[in-house]
């Protein structure tokens, strides 16, 4: 089953750049930039990743993108991360950026999108690996704050997809930002937000999320499973979930394993994805193989999870419809 995972071309859709940052990369970025870290080597940096909620998890992805500082830094990122993709079969990925976790510090907009740009540009070319980006605001700053960043991606709008919510949940609803939303899907973006696994008010954000916000996707969001009506309009919708157990085994008390197997029988399009791949020591791969290894998935479990993955992306019909024949081959 390892060896057919390998091989299951796939797509990753619940990726945040910034939590790819590998501790090596982090090392290389401080020595570049004149930087000094806390920890003297990679494996006591490794050693201090003891989160277990969070907003302890944060505090440390926060903490770690520091040294990165110029338009090669975020380039290396990327790259780094693409490369990573290309060795799993990821044929095609939506990644998250925080924009406000850079320019909050100094580090003007353009510099990390055209660092981030030009590595998904190359690593088409060179890996073969197709990627769009997705622009996060910071719940937890003002939603001012996201209006102003929403106006300064103006710009670059044809290099962006679509607008997602990350960071801290705790008293920071969707619906504080459901004006920001209402002018990015104006400006012609596509929509997702997160709605964290196990949260104050789950339910409730769910709710803003689908009903008020209108999102085409949610990120984690298993605890849909508490309420049957916004499971229907879920399903009505074809709104897709973009989970991601192992991050969550590291959040929350569990990987969600079994929800995330009760949303596959629903028929709910749920997905497998890898969050924040460098601080929870597994990328799209391992957290697929650790689903497997929870749920025994067949053959064509495991494929569906990946169809469903093409088809809640933000790719034209016929882009879609390709990367699916690819699945369909190698089933047969
Ligand atoms: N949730 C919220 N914010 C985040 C996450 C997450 O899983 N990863 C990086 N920022
Ligand atoms: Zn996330």
């Known amino acids: 089953m390892k060896d057919f995972i390998a091989g299951l071309p796939k797509c990753e859709l619940h990726l945040h750049i910034e939590g790819t940052l ?20 990679v494996e006591e940096m490794r050693a201090a990743y003891t989160f277990d909620s969070l907003s302890s998890f944060l505090t440390i992805y926060y903490e770690g993108m520091r040294v990165l500082r110029t338009e090669p830094d975020f380039y290396d990122l990327a790259m780094a ?11 095609y990925a939506e990644i998250f950026f925080d924009p406000q976790a850079h320019t909050s510090r100094g580090v003007p907009f353009d510099v990390v999108i055209r660092g981030l740009r030009r590595a998904l540009l190359d690593a088409h070319a060179q890996l073969g690996v197709r990627a769009q980006l997705i622009m996060c605001f910071l719940r937890d700053f003002q939603a001012e704050y996201a209006m102003a960043t929403l106006l300064e991606s103006l710009p670059y709008k044809e290099w962006i997809v679509g607008v997602g919510l990350d960071s801290d949940e705790k008293g920071n609803p969707p619906a504080k930002f459901a004006a920001v939303y209402e002018r990015a899907r104006q400006e012609g973006y596509l929509l997702t937000m997160h709605c964290d696994v196990d949260q104050d008010d789950a339910i409730e954000h769910i709710r803003q999320a ?12 298993v605890n849909i499973l508490e309420d049957q009506r916004l499971v229907e309009v879920v399903l009505a919708r074809g709104t897709g979930l973009t989970c991601c157990p192992v991050s969550n085994g590291y959040v929350t008390d569990s990987m969600k ?27 799209v791969q391992e957290n697929i ?11 064509e479990e495991l494929a569906r999870l990946q169809r469903n993955a093409f088809e809640i992306t933000w790719l034209p019909r016929h882009v879609k419809d390709a990367y699916l024949t690819e699945i369909d081959a190698y089933l047969s």
Do not use: C
């Open 289 to 299: 193989e650790a689903l497997h290894d929870a749920l025994q998935l067949s053959r």
């Open 22 to 41: 590998e501790p090596e990369l982090k090392f290389e970025l401080a020595a570049r930039n004149g930087l000094e870290l806390p920890y003297a080597t």
């Open 210 to 221: 689908v009903e008020e916000i209108g999102v085409d996707r949610i990120d984690h969001g």
């Open 81 to 91: 991360y693409l490369r990573r993709a290309a060795e799993q079969n990821v044929r």
């Open 257 to 283: 394993a079994e929800g995330i197997r009760k949303l596959m029988d629903l028929g709910v399009r749920v997905t497998v994805n890898s969050d924040d791949p460098a601080y929870f020591a597994a990328y």
